[in-house]
């Protein structure tokens, strides 16, 4: 195919040449990357108050919260006015805001106001700004023995701040930092494990060993998360955040079916999508949420057959042209072939560019079986995608 360029203008930050229809290159020696971009794994201890148990992580890291906090801000106010009105009610009205919210996520957001020094309307703000910004690659595959693995790269900060000096997203740099594995515990039990941006209370990557594993996308365009946010604020307190909704997913489901149950019925704020696997061959989904609703739940068998895939748009119409990750990834999963299914086959798929592009900040590989967890940080050298 013939590659056709179009230059693409930013606001007045970046001046950007995309070009679609070439040739993807899959890359096949990505894995295992250097141990300095491994992450460090903390503890959350759910037998603790909601206050005290993010003290250890976010005590850690209030620098770079902070500093992700003010970059944050800076950028938000280019949105214009009303996304600055947003910012000055929560700062202000914040503690307000926190007691609205659901325990224990109210608690211990309160608590890493505590551990931080930050002001509580702050983190808040921080807390609902992960639920409206994520970009990102999901793959479930079945080796041919039919277990299961689930991978994600997490690309966050389109469109906030593009550092001509640097070549990179702002804020994409200011939250590569903050990324923790959490080994979250009952009774000393770990009962499940979750990426975290430090700070942030939900979850969007996590594994339930020996039953399920999730990994939330976006969903972007339809009847927006910044609706359910006002009528949040407006007092219609009826939908669930949708990081407290995957959190309360991997606390308190035992199953497969019982999490896709939860994640299938509840009532949210925005759109989403869930991708979920389970412990057995057959058992992946991607779940395409409405706000209020669920529009659709895609399964393995009927998508790739030994792999079902996720970008950020709906499985069943054309990505945009120009921010095309899934036909990249499915190129690759099928040079892979399912008799590559592990943790290097599916690292090096996720590591291809453009489904690795500048906003990609981790990949995070999971299997069910084993309980295994590894997020490697990622950096896309130039020359890359910018999304
Ligand atoms: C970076 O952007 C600023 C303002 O947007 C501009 O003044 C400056 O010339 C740019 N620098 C480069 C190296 O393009
Ligand atoms: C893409 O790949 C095809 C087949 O391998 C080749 O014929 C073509 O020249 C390539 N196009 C570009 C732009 O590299
Ligand atoms: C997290 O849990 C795993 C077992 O699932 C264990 O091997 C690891 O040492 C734990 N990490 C920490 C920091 O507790
Ligand atoms: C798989 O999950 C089911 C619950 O859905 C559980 O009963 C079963 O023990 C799990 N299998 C394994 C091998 O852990
Ligand atoms: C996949 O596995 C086969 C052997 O099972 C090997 O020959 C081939 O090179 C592998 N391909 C990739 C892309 O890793």
Redo the contacts with the bound molecule.
């Keep these: 195919m013939k590659p056709t360029c179009i230059l693409l203008t930013l606001s007045t930050f970046a001046l950007f040449t995309i070009c679609v229809g070439q040739n993807v290159t899959c890359v096949h020696d990505a894995y295992p990357p250097k141990p300095s971009l491994k992450i460090?794994?903390?503890?959350v201890n759910l037998d603790l108050p909601g206050r005290q148990r993010w003290v250890e992580i976010t005590g850690a890291k209030k620098v770079e919260i902070a500093n992700l906090l003010a970059v944050l801000k800076k950028f938000l106010a280019t949105f214009g006015e009303i996304a600055e009105k947003l910012i000055n009610f929560i700062d202000e009205k914040g503690d307000k805001f926190d007691e609205t919210l659901p325990q224990p996520f109210a608690d211990e957001i309160q608590g890493i106001a505590d551990a931080t020094g930050l002001k509580l309307g702050e983190v808040v703000l921080y807390n609902i700004f992960y639920e409206v910004f994520t970009v990102c690659t999901s793959i479930i595959a079945e080796d041919p023995q039919g277990n299961l693995y689930h991978a994600r790269n997490l690309d966050f900060g389109l469109l906030l701040g593009w550092d001509n000096k640097t070549d990179a997203w702002e804020v994409t740099e200011a939250l590569r930092p903050l990324i923790v594995?959490v080994?979250y515990t009952r009774s000393g039990k770990?009962i499940f494990?979750a990426v975290h941006f430090a700070g942030y209370v939900g979850v969007l990557t996590a594994i339930k060993?020996g039953l399920f594993t999730l990994s939330m996308n976006e969903r972007f365009g339809v009847d927006g998360g910044y609706i359910g946010v006002l009528e949040w604020i407006m007092g219609d307190h009826s939908a669930t955040w949708m990081g407290f909704l995957t959190r309360q997913t991997m606390e308190n489901a035992l199953s497969y079916n019982e999490a896709r149950n939860m994640l299938v019925n509840t009532k949210m704020l925005a759109p989403a999508y869930f991708i979920l696997g389970g412990n057995k061959t057959g058992e992946a989904c991607v779940i395409t949420r409405n706000r209020l609703d669920t529009r659709d739940t895609w399964e393995i068998q009927d998508a790739g057959k030994w792999y079902i895939l996720e970008t950020n748009y709906d499985h069943w119409k054309a990505p945009l042209v120009i921010d095309d990750r899934r036909g990249p990834a499915n190129k690759c999963m099928k040079e892979m072939t399912q008799q590559n299914v592990s943790f290097k086959g599916i690292f090096n798929v996720l590591s291809s560019k453009p489904v690795l592009n500048k906003l990609t900040t981790y990949t995070a590989l999971m299997s069910v079986k084993s309980?295994d967890l590894e997020t490697w940080l990622q950096y896309c050298p130039d020359p890359c995608f910018p999304w």
């Design positions: 460090p794994t903390y503890t594995n080994n770990v494990k060993p309980g």
